[in-house]
């Protein structure tokens, strides 16, 4: 194994074995799992540590996510704070339905906001494994991928200077917009999708509504109720694509949230001062192969899910845990195995949580797409969910993780 040689002041060359670009969920979970096998690597962040610390984002994790987590010594205090999602609610045509998932399928969903598990992370990283980290690098550049000895560059935040670190692997998990998806050669296919809306993401500060996670289906467009905290609400409106957040009053967004999500035996929402506004344009891609000779990319690098069916932190951990293993085997024990299967073993995973998207897509936006044909699809599913057990039990399975990735 390769020591890295101190953290120069004068611009110098550094060697780790393994150089992280990114420290989100999948680059800080990488990071922990190569320490906790004493293998040395530099994580590199574009942000201070106190943004990716608050910055807002999901906080659904699949059961089967958290006990990987649990098993690498990592959800200590998730699994303290965490609260349990065990069923949702649709409402439609004016009516409720209730779906416990965790009745059909004996699991459920945890909930634990993102900026609170980066925070757990990146404690146990820097701080209790002694982990190397710089947050606040400028001007990231990889080099010579295509070779046994890739380089990471990147501004210093303190310094000033270039600094350059030589590494035996790159692992890219900082994002669509990253340096190391720009990287990739021409050869990398990339599939898009374009669901042709938008979401507009709301945070209230406002107690929830429900006891529990609520999608409205409605000719103005979807809703969504998802529980943050007993103070703030996070909602979804449905809203054309590239719409202008300012186009949306206060007075405007209660209004349409109180008639998309109203339902026979539900009270009003409890309204109260929106904390964010901004508007998510639905699209998803995927990148295949994962893998360019010495980079290895995870998360949001390597595939977007459109926030429709909560699967993005989900996969970008599932690809960690996969990354993070096949690196340790490979750097102690010389087994190419898990690098060599990496990218099918993740894709097989993302592939089917893309399916599920798209078929949830068309549950929640069917009957405010102005065809006729699309919404009476979309009643004819949501009726089939609510009549036939087997139909709300294969529901659940997608929904919670626990199918089996084809």
């Not at 891609?285 to 980079?295: A, D, G, K």
């Not at 006729?372 to 139909?391: D, E, I, M, N, W």
Request: glycine share 8%; charged share 25%.
């Amino acid at each position: 194994m390769t020591s890295p040689t101190p953290h120069p002041n004068t611009g110098g060359q550094q060697r780790f074995p393994v150089v992280v670009v990114g420290a989100g969920p999948a680059g800080l979970t990488i990071g922990n799992i190569l320490r906790a096998a004493s293998v040395d690597c530099l994580v590199i962040e574009t942000e201070t540590r106190e943004f990716i610390e608050q910055r807002p984002r999901a906080g659904v994790l699949e059961e089967r996510v958290v006990r990987g987590l649990e098993q690498r010594g990592l959800a200590d205090t998730l699994l303290e704070r965490a609260r349990l999602h065990t069923e949702c609610e649709f409402r439609f045509a004016g009516e409720r339905f209730r779906l416990s998932y965790t009745e059909l399928t004996e699991h459920h969903h945890y909930f634990y906001p993102q900026p609170l598990l980066v925070t757990d992370l990146v404690r146990e990283y820097a701080d209790v494994r002694g982990g190397a980290i710089r947050f606040g690098v400028r001007d990231v550049r990889v080099h010579d991928l295509d070779t046994d000895q890739p380089s990471v560059s990147y501004v210093d935040a303190e310094t000033g200077q270039r600094e350059e670190v030589r590494c035996d692997f790159v692992a890219g998990c900082d994002g669509a917009r990253g340096v190391t998806r720009a990287a990739l050669p021409d050869t990398a296919r990339i599939s898009r999708h374009d669901y042709g809306t938008g979401w507009l993401a709301l945070l209230a500060e406002a107690p929830p509504s429900d006891d529990c996670v609520v999608f409205g289906i409605h000719p103005n467009g979807f809703a969504g109720h998802m529980a943050r905290s007993p103070e703030v609400t996070r909602y979804y409106l449905e809203c054309p694509p590239g719409d202008d957040p300012e186009n949306w009053s206060h007075d405007r967004v209660w209004s349409e949230l109180q008639q998309r999500l109203a339902a026979t035996g539900t009270g009003p929402l409890t309204e109260g001062r929106l904390i964010e506004k901004r508007v998510l344009d639905m699209h998803s891609y995927v990148v295949e192969p994962m893998v360019f000779c010495r980079l290895f990319l995870a998360g949001d690098a390597a595939h977007l899910t459109a926030p429709i069916a909560a699967k993005g932190m989900n996969l970008a951990l599932h690809d960690a845990f996969l990354l993070g293993d096949a690196l340790v085997a490979y750097l102690t024990k010389d087994e190419e195995t898990g690098l060599d299967g990496y990218s099918e073993a993740c894709l097989r995973r993302v592939w089917d949580y893309q399916e599920f998207s798209q078929w949830l897509s068309e549950v929640y936006h069917g009957t405010s797409s102005g065809d006729a044909y699309r919404a009476g699809t979309t009643f004819a599913r949501l009726r089939r969910l609510f009549t036939s057990p087997a139909a709300a039990a294969a529901f659940a399975e997608q929904y919670l993780g626990t199918a089996p990735a084809c």
